[in-house]
T-cell receptor, first 114, second 115 residues
Framework: DSGVTQTPKHLITATGQRVTLRCSPR?????VYWYQQSLDQGLQFLIQ???????AKGNILERFSAQQFPDLHSELNLSSLELGDSALYFC?????????????FGDGTRLSIL | AQSVAQPEDQVNVAEGNPLTVKCTYS??????LFWYVQYPNRGLQFLLK??????LVKGSYGFEAEFNKSQTSFHLKKPSALVSDSALYFC?????????????FGKGTKLSVIP
């Protein structure tokens, strides 16, 4: 058990809808990362937060947004959903977000767009 | 830009035999290198990392990896494979000098250990 909790585990919705994915980091970790995993694109970094502030942004679409709250949990909001957004979304956390620290991953949210 | 390549989509090895999963990387500065493992329906699990120092890094579950700067490689190895090692393995790199705070992952290599 990594200590990172993601909810929900599965989400099924329709095109055009909006969903929110939630992540609770490992106790004591200040940095949260979001990734998208799909068969064709592999594992893609989306965005990183450190102690409530955005630190790094990767291949995140404008339709997607995230935030980290004062209690350090994070939410990833996906809007105007398209079929291609179907993927496994992972949250990871690390102590301070430093480059040399391992990241601890949750078990993901599987998003299916119908 | 940083990148990582895992040239083999799949590696098959007999139980008890040594295994190697290959990884090469490209960064402009010095690399931070990681190996992660993913079991079905689970998140990635950290195995080991190279930051600096000894080129041979030991990690969890008997895995080790050798950093080779001249060949820009960081191959994952284990002396004796177990059936339970069957999983998807990811190599990842971050450029220590880029200040990007981004890990770039390879496409993954599926390891199958045959009893």
């Amino acid at each position: 058990d990594s200590g990172v909790t993601q909810t929900p585990k599965h989400l099924i919705t329709a095109t055009g809808q909006r969903v929110t994915l939630r992540c609770s980091p490992r106790s004591g970790d200040l940095s949260v990362y979001w990734y998208q995993q799909s068969l064709d694109q592999g594992l893609q970094f989306l965005i990183q937060y450190y102690n409530g502030e955005e630190r790094a942004k990767g291949n995140i679409l404008e339709r997607f947004s995230a935030q980290q709250f004062p209690d350090l949990h994070s939410e990833l909001n996906l809007s105007s959903l398209e079929l291609g957004d179907s993927a496994l979304y992972f949250c990871a956390s690390s102590a301070t977000g430093g480059a040399n620290q391992p990241q601890h991953f949750g078990d993901g949210t599987r998003l299916s767009i119908l | 830009a940083q990148s990582v390549a895992q040239p083999e989509d799949q590696v098959n090895v007999a139980e008890g035999n040594p295994l190697t999963v290959k990884c090469t990387y490209s960064v402009s500065g010095n690399p931070y290198l990681f190996w992660y493992v993913q079991y079905p329906n689970r998140g990635l699990q950290f195995l080991l990392k190279y930051i600096t120092g000894d080129n041979l890094v030991k990690g969890s579950y008997g895995f080790e990896a050798e950093f080779n700067k001249s060949q820009t490689s960081f191959h994952l190895k284990k002396p004796s494979a177990l059936v339970s090692d069957s999983a998807l393995y990811f190599c990842a790199v971050e450029d220590s000098g880029a200040g990007s705070y981004q890990l770039t992952f390879g496409k993954g290599t599926k390891l199958s250990v045959i009893p």
